[in-house]
């Protein structure tokens, strides 16, 4: 198992190319290359432009491959204790090779393509893709610069390790800087239309909606001169936070929630209709992420079958709300509902978390995954169409007038305070559980943390008052939302999301987060601790569900409509992916690969940022998916304890390197 | 699974509530769905005996159908099988790897019919579409194992799992930009396929009859392959114990490989088989049967080839009676019964109230779950089960449904399968 081969990292012999190497990353990249075009990525992107006449995304499409394993090629294993070879002309000759041959595949492709008739299985490797990728010359000129220009890449992609830290951000800022204007136009356009200001906008776009040259290159300018300018700024503010005790940095961290929470309220107004919508799809997933993290990530259950919380929440909130349900009709306001939607997702939860929380972990996966899917086709059949309206679904959902003839949300203020009462009297009371057990010595109490007496009773009675005056007068106050409107979806989801995150967040540092995690690592050793293992596990698949149905009554309002269609499993798919490429078990990490995948690529029937990403964006998801879990399982942005689970081999055989012992065994 | 200890206090017997609740309730659940299989299946064949139920030529086209099925089941769960017995993870792809087999066979057949071959020369084109698809799949399979789960062996259970899932979207999506999303049809079959034989009193299609016998072909090739060839016999190592197979003297990892590329070919003989039953393919078309093929393979017993087709017939045909037991699910049998059933659960429960006072918690777990479903039983034998004749509308579209409850039925009663599981000594646990 330890064999680390000492041999190739010292001296001199890593200097000389290896061939095999080269030449194996050479076929890979042509055949990335291939496929990107094959599938018709190159030509879908290629009406849109980035620099007006110069530039369109459909080259940038290919252009990053030869760069990335031209870059790649040269990438050596970095141990510590071990200096790497310096980097120098090799990486740029192999890099260039690697760019060759990928060329080579891509002309060889093309020249298939015009001279055999294969478009009937192939649909996407059109004349108009011979014609393009041959840049108006002949096939073989065409060949010629796809070979040349992808060894020149490639080589840049090589030469890349040969550059110091700041020319490498430098780069990288220009590139971010030109990527955001020319992917953001809609939203850049948006925002300065509504804010009279189109005389810009039609000076920094053409027509085509690509950026023209001129403003290209100031706003690279500015954006590397800032770069340059806060370099050291940012750094030290990092520093400075750092330095702060506790109280300070809660302070802060309270004032940067303020803020957040003003912009929350503000922003929306001034964003357009599409970066709003895309906001709101992203917060939605932030939710169903975060529920899925309880139950992946925390507790270490993975379960497949998440869609049908999501189902459970989505269609208990249009069956109560919409006047059109087919059997039930109590027409209840949109958070009257959320009660019963969130009791529905308790039950759902533990009907199908009790069968399988003895089953092990992949037994587990598919069994949940089955019962998402019976969810769906049981929705979808003739046989509940009576109840849930079958295939064609449930409309006119939370309606704000007794008819159902205008959509909207009405927000009772009153409900929103039973709401608080009731995660406040349930955190008060696992409080003065806890502080009981503690002083009754019967657990230890959690290191670090102190339960103030006043805090616990303030939450108790308050608690208390607020459920009960919530409910007596639940329409004190209300805000009406007429229409389906974006900015107040983004509004309202903001507000979801941060009770889920604030949940979360508690959750992990609780008794019960500690026993998911124990329970993850270790599911026997936890047991024999004298952590109960059925309701944790429980616990955590009601917690999950419950956020999950937030997310579907939150889904139902905002579209107005829902069919069996919508819970397919490649929903809970992606809501995974969501949360393993930001890293299971890491409340930012969720947040980030929401942000991430939801946001620019799209969700699964949802648009996002990269509008041309449409019919691409679940083959994304899957490379995303198989490189996370080969490259770094424990995700973008982790929790440290979960990296250390996933890279307990690694970091054991850098500390026997370390150690310099020659002890065999000790490794394992 | 449950603490055997007795755990006495002063006040006798502690028992964790939430546990206990668990328990009862997936033991009653378990029940539950044991008394609704058995009692569908004894309706059909009382409603059938009394001449009430399906018309009984509809029955042979209903087995026939089921045994194709279960049969193309089978043979896609012997990869499943083979995967989990080695290497202990659920390979989400094989099911695209059994539709990319197919996705070969449009393109060759097409071939085919346009050299003239598949009208004049059949037998000959249905090999070189059985041989185009079997190489894919078994190319496809040997090259996933490679770019995916080789760098993952020894990683934690749930990675090469969810990088299965991520495989099995990427091919779907890939197959989908390449090849796009509109069914692509086989040929028309020669008329030797399109008419019905006379087989062991069966009136059959001659397609289903051709692909009982190719299924049954590969089967006894495979049974030959693992326990005669050398090959076979390093599988079998293997999937012992991978340590001491290395120790023997085996390449692991080539090992590994070839049962990928054996289970791709079951994949793709699968393949061959859906080709000339539905005719039809969408870069959709290897997911549910993929799932179905686990289901398979879990109930016969995951590891264990012969169970792998066993547990594929066994689902095929329920799956092609189910729907029928449902649209015609009545208490087919005289009241009497019934009210038997709800005597037997009477006294059921009087013993569960007699022995609850156990010293151990299972023991009390048991006592209590009687009386639960007992009392459940008891209402339901006196109130809804005698003359219980309820029709549900569109039952042919709970097919997948079915299979799914089987599925979860089966973990649920017997997670070792039907002829129990073989799995190597790492991933027993």
New interface residues.
């Given amino acids: 198992m330890s064999a680390i081969s000492v041999s190739t990292l010292d001296g001199g012999a890593t200097h000389a190319l290896e061939a095999r190497k080269v030449i194996r990353s050479g076929l890979i990249a042509g055949a990335a290359l291939a496929l990107v075009v094959a599938v018709g990525m190159f030509l879908a992107f290629d009406r849109r432009k980035i620099i007006d006449p110069f530039l369109s995304a459909g080259y940038l499409v290919i252009m990053w491959v030869p760069i990335l394993f031209g870059y790649r090629v040269s990438v050596r294993p970095a141990l510590e204790g071990f200096e790497g070879p310096k980097p120098g002309r090799s990486n740029v000759v192999a890099g260039a090779i690697v760019g060759a041959i990928a060329g080579a595949m891509l002309g060889l492709l093309i020249i298939i393509t015009d001279t055999f008739n294969i478009r009937d299985a192939f649909i996407h490797l059109s004349p108009t893709l011979v014609e393009t990728l041959s840049f108006g010359g002949s096939l073989y000129t065409g060949t010629l610069i796809l070979i040349v220009g992808g060894a020149v890449l490639a080589a840049f992609g090589g030469a890349l390790h040969t550059f110091n830290t700041r020319t490498k951000e430098i780069l990288a800022t220009l590139a971010l800087t030109i990527l955001a204007f020319s992917f953001l136009e809609l939203v850049i356009g948006d925002i300065l239309r509504s804010a009279g200001l189109r005389p810009i906008d039609n000076w920094i776009y053409a027509p085509s909606r690509g950026l023209k040259p001129m403003p290209a290159v100031l706003f690279c300018a500015i954006a590397v001169a800032a770069r340059i300018f806060f370099q050291g700024r940012s750094l030290r503010v990092n520093e400075r936070y750092r330095a702060m005790d506790t109280k300070g940095q809660q302070k802060w961290g309270l004032v940067a929630g303020v803020v957040a929470i003003a912009l929350g309220a503000f922003l929306p107004a001034i964003f357009g209709t599409f970066l709003n919508d895309v906001l709101s799809n992203v917060g939605l997933f932030i939710l169903l992420g975060l529920g899925l993290n309880i139950v992946v990530g925390y507790a270490g259950l993975l379960d497949l079958g998440y869609v049908a919380f999501f189902a459970v929440g989505a269609y208990t909130a249009a069956v109560v709300t919409s006047p059109r349900s087919p059997q039930f009709t109590p027409e209840m306001a949109f958070f009257e509902a959320l009660p019963w939607v969130l009791l529905m997702a308790v039950i759902a939860g533990l009907f199908i978390g009790t069968p399988v929380i003895r089953m092990r972990g992949d037994y587990l996966a598919i069994v949940t995954l089955g019962f998402g899917e019976i969810i769906r086709i049981a929705l979808n059949s003739e046989w509940l169409t009576p109840l849930f309206g079958g295939a064609q679904g449930i409309v006119r959902i939370a309606p704000i007038d007794p008819g159902g003839a205008v959509s909207g949300i009405r927000v009772d203020f009153g409900y929103v305070l039973a709401v608080a009462g009731v995660i406040a009297l349930i955190v008060g009371y696992m409080r003065w559980r806890d502080t009981r057990a503690v002083a009754r010595e019967q657990v230890e109490p959690i290191p670090g943390v102190v339960y103030e007496a006043r805090t616990t009773s303030l939450l108790l009675v308050g608690g208390m008052l607020a459920i009960g005056l919530g409910l007596a007068f639940p329409t004190f106050a209300t805000w009406t939302i007429i229409g389906i409107n974006p900015a107040n979806m983004f509004r309202i989801v903001l507000v979801f999301v941060a009770v889920a995150i604030f949940v979360s967040w508690r959750l992990r540092d609780s008794r019960v987060g500690r026993a998911w995690m124990a329970i993850r690592e270790d599911e026997q050793i936890a047991q024999s601790m004298g952590i109960n293992i059925v309701t944790n596990k429980l616990l955590a698949f009601v917690m999950g569900a419950m956020m999950a149905s937030l997310g579907g009554a939150f889904f139902a309002v905002k579209l107005g409509t829902i069919f069996p269609h919508s819970f397919e499993i490649i929903q809970s798919i992606i809501i995974l992916v969501v949360v393993i490429v930001g890293g299971m078990g890491s409340i930012k990490g969720v947040i980030i690969g929401a942000v991430v995948l939801i946001g620019i690529l799209g969700g699964p029937t949802q648009v996002g940022l990269l509008r041309e990403m449409a019919e691409f964006k679940l083959l994304a998801y899957g490379v995303i998916l198989i490189w996370m879990m080969l490259n770094r399982p424990e995700g973008l942005w982790p929790e440290t304890r979960r990296a250390r689970e996933l890279h307990q081999e690694e970091m054991g055989q850098d500390a026997w390197l370390k150690s310099g012992s020659t002890t065999e065994g000790e490794t394992s | 699974?449950i603490n055997e200890n007795p755990t006495l206090g002063r006040r006798g017997l502690q028992l964790?509530v939430?546990?206990v609740v668990?328990d009862v309730?997936?033991g009653a659940?378990k029940v539950f769905l044991l008394f609704f299989a058995v009692w569908s299946a004894v309706a059909v064949i009382v409603l059938q005996a009394q001449g009430i139920g399906l018309a009984g030529e509809s029955w042979p086209g209903i087995i026939t159908g089921g045994l194709v099925q279960g049969a193309m089941y089978g043979l896609i769960a012997l990869g499943y099988s083979m995967v989990y017995g080695i290497l202990g993870?659920?390979n989400f792809a094989h099911g695209e790897v059994f539709m990319a087999g197919i996705m070969t066979g449009v393109?060759v057949s097409?071939f085919l019919v346009e050299s003239g071959m598949w009208l004049n020369a059949f037998p000959l084109a249905l090999l070189i579409l059985l041989m185009s698809c079997v190489l894919t799949s078994a190319l496809v399979a040997m090259i996933i194992e490679r770019v995916?789960y080789r760098?993952?062996r020894?990683?934690?259970?749930?990675?090469?799992?969810?990088?299965s899932?991520?495989?099995?979207?990427?091919?779907?999506?890939?197959v989908?930009?390449?090849?796009?999303g509109q069914f692509r049809r086989f040929p028309d079959l020669p008329p030797a396929l399109r008419q019905r034989y006379r087989v062991l009193g069966l009136d059959i299609g001659g397609a289903q009859l051709l692909v009982i016998c190719v299924a049954i072909v590969a089967m006894v090739v495979l049974w030959w392959f693992v326990t005669r060839s050398r090959s076979g016999r390093a599988i079998r190592a293997v999937a012992e114990d991978k340590e001491i197979a290395a120790l023997m003297g085996i390449d692991v990892d080539r090992t590994i490989v070839m049962t990928f590329v054996v289970g791709g070919a079951m994949a793709g003989v699968a393949g061959t088989m859906w080709a000339l039953i539905f005719r039809s393919v969408i870069p959709f078309t290897g997911?549910l049967p993929g799932?179905k093929a686990?289901t398979a393979a879990?109930l016969g017993g995951i590891g264990n080839l012969p169970g792998a087709m066993l547990g594929g017939m066994t689902l095929g045909m329920v799956e092609a009676v189910g729907p029928t037991m449902l649209t015609s699910l009545r208490w087919p049998i005289p009241d009497l019964v019934a009210y038997l059933l709800g005597a037997v659960s009477i006294v059921a429960v009087l013993w569960g109230i007699r022995t609850i006072r156990t010293a151990t918690v299972a023991g009390a777990t048991r006592s209590i779950t009687l009386i639960v479903l007992g009392t459940l039983m008891a209402i339901l034998s006196f109130t809804v089960l005698p003359g219980y004749n309820v029709i549900?509308?569109?039952?042919s579209?709970?097919k997948?449904?079915i299979a799914?409850?089987v599925?979860?039925g089966v973990?649920?009663i017997r997670?070792v399968g039907l002829l129990g599981e073989r799995l190597s000594v790492e991933e027993r646990?």
């Fill in positions: 699974m964790d939430a546990t668990v309730f997936v659940l993870f659920i393109f097409a995916a760098r993952l020894g990683a934690p259970r749930l990675i090469p799992l969810i990088t899932i991520g495989v099995s979207f990427f091919i779907q999506y890939a989908l930009g390449l090849f796009g997911f799932i686990f879990v549900i509308p569109g039952a579209q709970l997948d449904m799914f409850l599925l979860i973990l649920m997670p646990g």
